[in-house]
């Protein structure tokens, strides 16, 4: 199967501009999770869909960031108006859930690398 | 709040065996996964230990201890390819039961 493919794979934009990062998750996948790296530090949690749904999205750090799942397939991630700060790895997971077999942990994609300058 | 702690940087040599431990703090606890990270790649899901005790797959082993909030995974017979970042992570019951979060990652250089 195909895995949890992300576009683009670098980004470089200047502060103040707007970036749209994109997600497909693995066909079937109801879980689709975003995550950032920032500088070498931990991977940080930003939020959870379950098909459409926004399930959790405690880990967004303003409201410059928009994320979307339209129809419970691919998803965006919309930084606007981007800031230095915003600068990191963008890592989209995708997971499903089948009873009985226990947790399986989750598909990463490859990420976007976003730079703001 | 949640916080896990791993090393920063671990060195070792081929065919040896290296382990990376990891403790946590959660306000709830739903098991402990790991990650492996090549630069530039995608975090690979490595093994999840809901209960304690050690999960062994090829050659990597990983051990949950829930009563000392501790975990560790065992990597032997090193080979090159195993230079990369290694990632413990906790689901907890502050971001759900699915989502997961992770320490700073511990990078691992193999040498010959």
């Known amino acids: 199967e195909a895995g949890v493919t992300q576009f683009p794979s670098h980004s470089v934009i200047e502060k103040g501009q707007t970036v749209t990062l994109r997600c497909d998750p693995i066909?079937?996948?109801?879980?689709l999770y975003w995550y950032r790296r920032v500088m070498g530090k931990e991977i940080k949690f930003l939020l959870h869909?379950?098909?459409?749904?926004?399930?959790?999205e405690s880990g967004m750090p303003n409201n410059r960031f928009l994320a979307e799942r339209t129809g419970g397939t691919y998803s965006t991630l919309k930084v606007q108006p981007a800031e230095l700060e915003d600068s990191g790895v963008y890592f989209c997971a995708s997971s499903h859930v089948i009873r009985g077999q226990g947790f399986n942990g989750y598909t990463f994609g490859s990420g976007t690398r976003l730079t703001v300058v | 709040g949640q916080s896990l702690e791993q090393p920063s940087e671990v060195t070792a040599v081929e065919g040896a065996i290296v382990q990376i431990n990891c403790t946590y703090q959660t306000s709830g606890f739903y098991g402990l996964s790991w990650y492996q990270q090549h630069d530039g790649g995608a975090p690979t899901f490595l093994s999840y230990n809901g209960l304690d005790g050690l999960e062994e797959t090829g050659r990597f082993s990983s051990f949950l201890s829930r009563s000392d909030s501790y975990g560790y995974l065992l990597l032997q017979e090193l080979q090159m390819k195993d230079s990369a970042s290694y990632f413990c992570a906790v689901r907890d019951t502050r971001t759900g039961r699915r989502a997961l979060t992770f320490g700073s990652g511990t990078r691992l250089q193999v040498q010959p």
């Open positions: 869909f379950v098909k459409e749904s926004k399930q959790d």
């Open positions: 066909s079937g996948h109801d879980n």
